[in-house]
């Protein structure tokens, strides 16, 4: 594929202006509104010295101005690289000496930590959305014309916390993405002036980024954009916009379906409803089966574009356990510790491959080795094939925990935890949580006196506040260990089970 999401920008701006292309909670942005916008941004960009190749960082919650922001660096052939909003300022570091970006946009509710990202890492110049992008919504600017781009060159880096302590930068490249929509195009059928898409996720990460902007960008249709995740608002939207496109992890949607009104809503204008980061269950798919929306569970990561599989949607509640067979251009393997294929049947490493696949991480080539081997993303997790080719995931590799959709490495938690001056020994493992699915549990053997308020006091200064535990087991002897000295999680996993019924949450 050859082309950008600015170039479907420009296309959609001239041949359908006035069409919505974003509604930020009812705040309406047209096509030609939005190119225009991004073109200013552009220009302000170039006036502080960006220019094509270098990075320009977002960190702020859902908006106009973030989308418009993204977008006008991508007019000028710079490198986005999104941040999760709710990282406080030690976390944030590690991103901006990782990608060094030239700018930094941040709003009101980011400003107060960026300002102190400045005082550890002061390379770059602080924007602002609300008085340095905001303003820019208005007036006349001309086109941005940084030059045709190489469509293999990188135009983001989304960052994943995959299954260690350190956050790894996902290259996406103009062609991954404009690769990746054509794909799923042709799997979903996507009819003139759609998808109408509902977007509940936060913008820095690839549903939100990856599958919400550039998505309908390259699509031509219109994202309704919302701050937050709001079941009853979300349920409106759904039945009075005529929504065709929702995703996320299965909380957003049992939410919306524990709503009062989900039985006399009509939400069947829904043909696209993916669900994904745990494992769906049975009832929830037959509630929306009985809605006439087919919910379909599927498997992917960052680094294939976000999503690889998805279950047809005749076979979605038959095989409720399952993921799909992949995509027209995506192929799946599972294989065994010599990359050999194993049997219909038998686990092992899931591999992919397709249009989506990422060159590789932002200047970690170590784990770029690790990952892209013989031209196969190696996933790390397990799967299953069956004799259809049909993909059932078993686990994650290692002990990655997901909550509410979001990634948390257990080994981040655990490395804050360690800096405690009491602390001898910390293990984090995941328990189950009716909302969202799994939390963090913190094991912790102290060499003194330590109170669990002092544990989720030192986390709540270093850490985002979903990643603190929900659990603390402050214990009096030492982690059980394997002969070769590492602490036996599985054993911990095993024993602590039951955390939820026996300890009550610290938070």
Known sequence: ???????????WARTKPDQVAIDFDGDELCYRELNNWANGVAGRLRDVGVAAGDRVAIVGSNSLEWCAAALGAAKLGAILAPFNQRMVARELAVLVGNCDPKVVLCDESTCERVQELRTMESGFTVQYLETDVRPLRHGDHPQAAPGL??????TA??????STSTPKGVVFTHAMIAGVMHEWHLIEGILPDTPRQLMVLPLFGAPGYIWGVCRNVIHGGTLFLQPRFDAPKALDILTSKQITALIGPPIIFEQIAAEPGFADAEISSISTAHVGGARVPVGLLRAWHAKGVALRQIY?????GGSATAMPREEALNHPEKCGWGGIFTKIRVVDENDRDVPAGVEGQILLRGPGMTPGYWRNEDATRVALRNGWLHTGDI?????????TFVDRHK???ISGGINIAPMEIEMVLQEMPAVEEVAVISVADPKFGETPAALVYA???LSTA???AWCNQRLADYKVPRYVVVLDEPLPRLASGKIAKRELRDSYAGIPDTYSKVR
């Open 454 to 456: 002092d544990i989720v």
């Open 300 to 304: 992917g990561q960052t680094e294939i």
């Open 157 to 162: 880096i989304v960052y994943t916390s995959g």
């Open 149 to 154: 781009p190489d469509v293999g060159a990188p």
């Open 447 to 449: 060499g003194a006196a």
């Open 1 to 11: 594929m050859s082309g950008t999401v600015v170039d479907a920008l420009s296309w």
């Open 383 to 391: 799967g299953v094939l069956d004799a259809q080719g049909y993909l």
């Open 399 to 401: 002990d990655m925990i």
